[in-house]
């Protein structure tokens, strides 16, 4: 479910650029370092501000305009330009209880799994 709601987010995104801007981008997301600041970053104004030729907070604050993603509670603009966004938490987990998302098989071939101590007692 987190990488759906992932997915979610940047392709939301990227249809925002494509009409504000008339631009295609491959939108990025990435896990900030503080949960603090949420569950993913967005970092696309700084990509587009050479663009565009403008401030990325500009560009931040004209992505988040009008922005609503299904499954996010909040979208804050936070630095220079950079969009942080928290995931609706009821919404996730009634989601991952009743098993939406993207299922994956096991791989069918063999793994190895090394243990890191010499002395694993």
Do not use: C, W
Request: charged share 20%.
């Amino acid at each position: 479910m987190f990488h759906l709601l992932e997915k979610r987010i940047a392709e939301a995104f990227a249809s925002r650029i494509e009409t504000l801007y008339h631009l295609t981008a491959m939108v990025q997301t990435e896990q900030p370092k503080q949960t603090s600041f949420g569950e993913f970053a967005v970092p696309a104004a700084f990509q587009l501000a050479r663009q565009l030729k403008k401030a990325p907070r500009a560009i931040a604050q004209e992505l988040l305009a009008g922005a609503s993603i299904e499954g996010v509670a909040v979208i804050e603009i936070a630095g220079n330009g950079y969009l942080n966004v928290r995931l609706d938490r009821g919404y996730y987990g009634a989601s991952v209880l009743s098993g939406e998302g993207e299922v994956t098989a096991a791989p069918a071939e063999k793994i190895i799994v090394e243990h890191t101590n010499i002395n694993p007692n």
